[in-house]
């Protein structure tokens, strides 16, 4: 669930990346709507051939967003900002201002592609090592460039004037920044960056839940005929029409309701994706005590079990404080905001009965969940579905 609707919500982030990048570079105005189905089927092209966006071709695009992105970063810092640079954003007042949780909780939501690392672990040739060193540089380097590259645009429009300009125009307030401080021809090519940098982490998203659906067909929790194969590329292709079926539906429905695709498709549909994540971490974060604790006390220490202990904490904070502030990332009624958030729980709640019901009922196949994930690859899947992220 957590992540088809992060994969179904950003086709409305490619859609308006999309449909700006056309207008401004050849003049069309396409409705989004056909722009998303277009991604749609495009995407399960790619994931029937068994094309795999992997790590090489991701790192690519990261490093050339990053790059565009610096580059506006350090051509505001030399170039001077609207009003001098200042150091308002990280001071006490503006920490406490309101909206900071709602802030927070979309920062989190940034960060949960770092579990990647530990899925490469069986490619790694120094895993004890390189995994956890990985992970680390993962997310001080991302708190360190997101820190400067959202603070440098803060300072393009003034620490004054900067939450008008976001309010204004929330999808082009960067666009506007780095065309007015390194050039029109940056703005462009950024927006081309997003749109191919999304379609391939769409791509990525596809396979990996196409694996996800695999390995639980493989497992006897899913029927069977999610996986099946396809005769010539050897990809899961069932389960990969039914996901793309389902966005389309989903897609089609905002469509149909005049819905805008950024504020509401996008919003509202990766607002259970991204707290499901905040759960599913949480329970990890617990399931690692509870291992040391219970399953095998030998390999446990006092700062593994402390560790598994304060990031339960942590995450329990950042999943309370993202869903206390939702309608502040929504702009919806408390009503909406009860059935965006309460998809979650009715999804644990639906998946805890079907495995009640397995080990009573179905004992070896309850046995078996999970134990085939790594025996079986199915061809075309990307290895990371949080890689994406």
Known sequence: MSYNAIRIGVYGLLAVQTRATLADLFGLTVPWPVIALVAIVLVILGGWTGIDVGAKVLGVLLVLETGI??????????????????????????????GMGAALGFAFAAFVGFASTAIYRREARDPA??????????????????CFIVWSVVQAFGSDQAQAAAGEDP???FFTAIATYVGPWAATLMSVLIVTSVYAAQLAFHNAINRYAFALAEDGVLPGWFGTTH??????????????????AVVLGFAVAGADPYTRLLLWVNTPGAT?????????????????????????TRVTV????????????????????????????????????????LTLLVGFGLATWLRRR????????????DAVEPAGVA???AGAA
């Open 69 to 98: 992105l610096l580059l506006l970063a350090f051509a505001v810092v030399f170039q001077g900002d609207a009003s001098g640079l200042d150091g308002t954003s990280f001071t006490a007042d503006a920490v406490s201002s309101p």
């Open 129 to 146: 090592r390189t995994v956890p060193r990985a992970t680390y540089v993962a997310i001080v380097g991302m708190a360190v460039t997101y």
């Open 171 to 173: 999808v082009g307030m």
């Open 231 to 248: 005769p010539r590329f050897g990809s899961p292709y069932r389960a990969g029409l039914v996901q793309s079926l389902l966005a389309a």
């Open 276 to 300: 499901g994540i905040f759960v599913l971490m949480l329970l990890t974060a617990l399931a690692t005590v509870v291992y040391f604790l219970r399953r095998n006390p030998a390999a446990g």
């Open 306 to 345: 402390a560790a598994g202990v304060v990031s339960c904490v942590l995450l329990a904070i950042a999943l309370y404080v993202s869903v206390d502030n939702v309608e502040l990332i929504t702009a919806s009624s408390p009503a909406v905001n009860t059935v965006l958030v309460g998809i979650v729980p």
């Open 362 to 373: 179905r004992p070896a196949t309850f046995a078996r969940i999970g134990e085939g994930q």
């Open 383 to 385: 290895a990371s579905p």
